[in-house]
């Protein structure tokens, strides 16, 4: 089994990109030897991975996968090394876009990578190598990947004789507000690590039992979505902490490979000058909308744009080759990212002692999946659950079958889940007909979206959907005569 160590040295943002290439192309090579399923897609592309010798090469003639072309066409097994699914220890799950599982199976080699991705953090954000330290797991502890892979990552990096222990609560907020009062005692520090509206929902349920954040040291690690600044200030009065970069932090991650990037002081640092610069902000990232903004290592995950999406490569149970996750965003380099603010960066910087590394790793940007999915709670809801209710007998006679659908949030940074609903022309909707189609929208999201059902069984009404009815013709919502899109971005 080979040890995710980083083999190629990297004294420069150009030496690390040449690491990231030789290998992203030795892992290409290996998988079209070694992986069954792999070696027959590249014989059908006719491909023949002995020509590609350069990554220009690489970019020009290996096919970009996804779950459809690759994925759904193979057995689990023959997507493993060796067509031995028995390489990997455990197997993983996500929710497709119609809510057809897929299974992800991963080996010791991803667990190892992962506890020196999450150490990073770890160790140059929460120092927690020294602090004793109380890890609390707010993640999903089925079968979802976050909550048991988090789980197994700290638990390694707290084998190297770390001062850390973990508790796993999952998604039962009231366990863990337990666990955090009769623990808390015992730590120089909390590290409470979550989908970021549940992790502010446990904050609101440890305060109203009478746990007084500002007393504790506690830190957050954030995954699955992203949040402006302002939530981010927003929790950390809520903590008493007045450091955004050292208190808490965000992972860019997947089911299909675990961590992709992952939120340094200096990214944090950097998003927030750009929060505050709004035309540099839309030259940099084509959009005015902030997206995530994480740093990450070539050598782990290689990344390429293509179009506007996120391709990488990576050594996953499922070794993927190009894989086009379906993630809207882009790559920036170290360079690109500093030289617009630089006028403010190095001085904040030394504010705020902010390191800045000799090792100047790039940055990925990530609008999301927002053409394709929302999320609630860290949860994916796709149109297909949605489009399931509207054909639905109890409904469809006066709904039109297009609708909107987004996720917002009350002044208390409470999320809430909003869906538009089209009428049919003429139709005049009465309050019965919005608790209908509520109730309807929540029984087919329960019944196909198995996160979903997960959810709901553990928070309840607050990820009730909440649908307005809106006119025919709508322009807001459904301008007729133009392409239609079912998930509304924030403004």
């Given amino acids: 089994m080979k040890k995710p160590l980083l083999a190629f040295a990297a004294k420069s943002p150009a030496s690390l990109e040449m690491a990231g290439e030789k290998r992203a192309l030795a892992l290409f090579h290996e998988t079209a030897q070694k992986v069954p399923a792999y070696k ?16 220009a090469d690489f970019k020009a003639y290996v096919p970009i996968v996804d779950k459809k072309n690759y994925l759904s066409q193979y057995p689990l097994k ?11 220890h455990i197997v993983s799950v996500s929710s497709g876009s119609s809510g057809v599982p897929t299974f992800w199976p991963r080996g010791t080699y991803q667990d190892i990578e992962g506890s020196e ?24 502890m089925g079968t979802w990947i976050a909550g048991t892979f988090t789980t ?10 770390r001062p850390v222990n973990v508790v796993t609560p999952g998604l039962e907020r009231e366990e863990t507000v337990k666990a955090i009062k009769n623990l808390a005692g015992n730590y120089e520090q909390i590290v409470l690590i979550g ?12 305060r109203r039992v009478g746990i007084n954040w500002r007393h504790l040291k506690v830190r957050l690690l954030l995954a ?9 200030d927003y929790v950390l009065r809520e903590l008493g902490s007045k450091d955004p970069f050292y208190d808490t932090s965000s992972i860019y991650g997947s089911a299909d490979a675990g961590i992709f990037g992952v939120e340094t002081p200096l990214s944090i640092l950097i998003r927030r000058i750009y929060n505050q610069r709004s035309r540099v902000r839309q030259k940099l990232f084509g959009t005015p909308i902030l997206p995530s903004f994480v740093q990450y290592d070539p050598r782990r995950r290689y990344f390429e744009k293509v179009q506007d999406n996120l391709v990488f490569t990576a050594r996953s149970g499922v070794p993927l080759i190009r894989y086009d996750i379906q993630d809207a965003g882009g790559i920036v380099s170290f360079q690109e990212a500093i030289e617009p603010i630089h006028d403010r ?57 297009l609708f909107t659908m987004s996720t917002k949030n009350y002044s208390d940074m409470d999320q809430y889940f909003e869906i538009n609903v089209e009428l049919r022309p003429g139709f005049i909707a009465k309050s019965q007909h919005q608790l209908t189609l509520e109730a309807v929208i929540l029984e087919k999201l329960v019944k196909l979206n ?8 553990v928070i309840g009404v607050k990820v009730r959907p909440q649908v307005h009815l809106v006119s025919f013709g709508d322009s807001t919502h459904f301008p007729h005569g133009a392409k239609h899109k079912w998930v509304e971005k924030e403004t």
């Fill in 450 to 457: 198995a996160e979903f059902h997960k959810l709901h069984e």
């Fill in 78 to 88: 023959d997507l493993c090394f060796e067509g031995d699914l028995f390489s990997n």
């Fill in 195 to 206: 989908y970021p509206p549940f992790i502010k929902d446990m904050l609101d349920e440890g």
């Fill in 152 to 161: 197994t990552a700290t638990l390694l990096y707290a084998d190297k004789g």
């Fill in 40 to 55: 027959d897609f590249l014989a059908k592309e006719k491909v023949d991975h002995k020509k590609i010798k350069t990554i």
């Fill in 345 to 401: 960066l190095y001085e904040l910087a030394q504010k705020y002692n902010v390191n800045i590394p000799k090792l100047h790793q790039p940055f990925l940007y990530v609008h999301g999946r927002k053409l394709f999915s929302t999320t609630i709670y860290g949860v994916n809801i796709y149109p297909e659950n949605i489009k399931a209710a509207l054909i639905d007998r109890r409904v469809r006679k006066w709904t039109t079958g």
């Fill in 224 to 232: 699955s979505e992203s949040f402006s600044e302002e939530w981010r």
């Fill in 117 to 140: 991705m999450f150490g990073e953090i770890y160790d140059n954000s929460f120092a927690m190598q020294t602090k004793k330290t109380l890890a609390v797991v707010c993640f999903s």
